[in-house]
């Protein structure tokens, strides 16, 4: 498997640092508000990598930091004279509720950085004996000139960060590139630690979670593309200054912007108030939806967002979907009996070549079509059967019911078969609208009828 790697800057075979075992590390949200669809489509890709990843053979251990102590959060419960806790807390469960409508299920575990204070102290403290950071009058802050690879993620070069950099200059920093590892407050919240009340910057709780459940060296880093810089430069420097070692992560995945035409287009952003959250879209679409609109694109490549865009790309889902339903009301082979009938070997070339998801599902609308075109073989009906269940484990786009369920739909579609043979078209219609109101969608071809999952 090849993906491009953002350190090398190239397209790089994949090769794990303990054999069979993956460690994944990618940056969750700020919960102080919704997440927006240019925040999940860099979490429902890496619910599709780790998904993959698992069905190739590896053991995969996906670890996802949530930061719940920010300015963000704090103005946000300051201007609605809550607690900051409450705050953060309110918006991690609606965060987890998203994820489950996204069908985001494959993180281990969700790691809160208040719960790793010490563990953060424990690196600052190690970094200032290191010669790494300095204390000031307003914090603790790592002194980037000691660390000669600053700047090598993003190909930028320490005398052009200084010329560029975006930090306000205080008087009690050295150089504006310098960030904070600790900064020091007497309000809510604040923590105690060797060098006065306070609480820690942005970029240390990541290493400290890392190392925690880690070491000092993985596989996999991923976040979106506005994290390489700063955030994700200073993680590097950080957890290499302690470590010694040549990298943080051996290969560093990110995933290009959402772009929003509203009229202009530019990247969504909760800054430019351009966003659209996925809990606004759930009222109009499927979690399976969204899925496959995030997922139909090179995830190194932008992606235009707008409304009729969506709207197109649900008609695309709907066709694949339809197919799906067609194949599973087939009685065709389960999981297990699957085994002899091989997916296609193209939907797993695509995700072997830059996790090419986009190119995955473009086959399976090539094997949509030849579905609906009919005069296929029982083993080509299997096959592609099982090709649609291998690729909606990792994809995720299909909706599929249990025995029972689908066992009680073809007792409905029945019934008003009969129904309607009889010319009690009254009855008939009121399953039909009541299958609808389910979201199952029923129609009738010569003298077949098949059913979807829409809703």
């Not at 053979?57 to 102590?69: A, H, K, P, R, S």
């Not at 469960?93 to 102290?121: F, K, M, P, W």
């Not at 190909?155 to 930090?167: F, M, N, Y």
């Amino acid at each position: 498997m090849k993906f491009r790697d953002t350190l090398s800057g190239s397209l790089r075979e994949f090769v794990s640092i303990k054999g069979n075992r993956i460690r994944l590390f990618v940056c969750g949200p700020t919960v102080y508000d919704l997440i927006h669809m240019g925040n999940a489509r860099t979490f429902v890709f890496f619910d599709m990598l780790a998904r993959y990843l698992r069905m190739r053979g590896f053991e995969v251990f996906y670890l996802q930091n949530i930061t719940d102590v920010d300015d963000k959060i704090i103005k946000k419960a300051e201007a609605g004279n809550i607690d900051w806790r409450d705050v953060a807390d309110r918006y991690y469960s609606e965060y987890l509720t998203d994820c489950l409508y996204l069908g985001i299920t494959s993180v281990n575990l969700h790691a809160r950085a208040t719960n790793y204070i010490d563990r953060i102290i424990s690196q600052i403290r190690r970094l200032i004996r290191r010669g790494y950071a300095y204390v000031s009058d307003d914090g603790v802050y790592y002194d980037t000139s000691k660390f000669s690879d600053y700047g090598k993620l993003s190909k930028q070069k320490l005398d052009r960060i200084r010329h560029g950099a975006r930090v306000d200059v205080r008087e009690s920093k050295r150089k504006p590139e310098d960030f904070a590892l600790w900064k020091f407050s007497d309000g809510h919240p604040s923590w105690d630690s060797p060098w006065g009340k306070g609480r820690p910057g942005w970029h240390i709780e990541d290493t400290a979670i890392t190392e925690t459940y880690f070491g000092s060296e993985y596989d996999i880093h991923g976040g979106a593309v506005d994290l390489i810089f700063p955030h994700h430069e200073a993680e590097i420097a950080q957890m290499r200054a302690i470590s010694g070692r040549r990298f943080l992560s051996r290969y560093w995945i990110h995933i290009s912007y959402l772009l929003f035409d509203s009229g202009n287009v530019d990247k969504m952003s909760k800054s430019l108030g351009n966003v659209v959250t996925v809990r606004e879209l759930s009222r109009k679409y499927s979690g399976e939806e969204l899925r496959y609109f995030l997922l139909n694109s090179r995830y190194s490549s932008e992606l235009l967002f707008s409304e009729p865009i969506l709207k197109s790309s649900s008609e695309g889902w709907k066709r694949l979907q339809k197919a799906f339903s067609v194949l599973s009301s087939m009685d065709l082979c389960n999981d297990m009996a699957c085994a002899k009938y091989p997916p296609f070997e193209k939907v797993i070339e695509a995700m072997e070549n830059n996790l090419d998801s986009r190119e995955a599902i473009a086959f399976l609308h090539q094997l949509a079509s030849s579905v609906f075109q009919g005069d296929l073989s029982t083993e080509d009906l299997h096959r592609i059967y099982h090709t649609f269940l291998f690729a909606n484990g990792f994809l995720g786009i299909f909706r599929s019911v249990s025995g029972n369920t689908e066992m009680i739909i073809k007792q409905l579609i029945e019934l008003r078969n009969r129904y309607r043979k009889a010319g009690k078209f009254d009855v008939s219609d009121d399953i039909r609208n009541s299958l609808m109101k389910a979201g199952v969608k029923i129609e009738d071809s010569g003298g077949d009828t098949t059913w979807m999952m829409i809703g």
